[in-house]
């Protein structure tokens, strides 16, 4: 982290952005951080992690230009990614969150569906959704990844994957761009309204794939929603947020506790709950 941080604030100030000080707003699979007094948020990976953080940026910058509710990039410095002493970092504009009340899900829904439909008019080059159960699935099967899983575990989570998945591509539903992971922590609520973050996991699918990751009292307002659909693809985010919980590394602040509270929920079967009813 401390390497990170340094990375960040050398690379802001050498930008002409004034950097006295950094105060780290999240530590998981990265590092995101607020500098000061300049307000600028540094979005900061490995270079060897699995995202790429370029095509993140440009995602963003294209989608901006459609009115799509997403935070802003830092309109001070390039829109590009920044490689230094081993990390990639971008750099955004820092946007006050509101605290003073809950977004409605009727809002939400809307919001999302803005924002799909601003990704409906970018074409970008993007993984199917289902590259990434099949990633999922391959660190389901290896003890190096998930070495704490039990043997009935380990197949739960591997029939869950492949069975939903194959029903959801044997639907051929409508298909397009989508957020990837829209859950309520990529949403921030903000006096302009709210807005999406964290486009690391963009993918190609049904809508109701993103449906999937929001509150079940959000997918519900969402116009043209296939039900059945949302429920099919609900087991399939269930079994890869398990499955990232009994991951080597893992950082989420839940950690195991997590990790048995969704196998317990796949073990009871459908109809599958939204995430925010699962600790997690």
Partial sequence: MRRAVVAARSTASDLGLAVDDAIVLSDSNRLVIRLMPCDTVARVTP?????SAEQEVELVRRLARTGSPVAPLEPR???????RDGFKIALWAYVEPVRS?????????RTL????????????TTPHFMDRVAAIRRDVASRDVTPDLTDPDRTLLADTLHDLGQSIVNRRG??????????PLNILDTKSGPL??????????????DLAWVPSEVSRHHPDADHDLVGACRGVVLAIVATHRWSVGD????????GVAFLRVLREGPPWPAL????W
């Fill in 47 to 51: 270079t060897t992690h699995f995202a």
């Fill in 77 to 83: 410095v390039e829109p590009r990614v920044f490689v």
């Fill in 101 to 109: 009340r809950m977004l409605p899900p009727a809002e939400y829904a």
């Fill in 113 to 124: 569906a803005r924002l799909h439909a601003g990704l409906r008019r970018i074409e970008v």
């Fill in 174 to 183: 409508a298909e397009q761009l989508l957020h990837g992971e829209p859950h």
């Fill in 196 to 209: 999406f973050i964290d486009f690391e996991n963009t993918a190609r699918g049904p809508v109701e794939y």
């Fill in 251 to 258: 950082q989420h602040p839940s950690g195991r506790e997590s």
């Fill in 276 to 279: 925010d009813e699962v600790v």
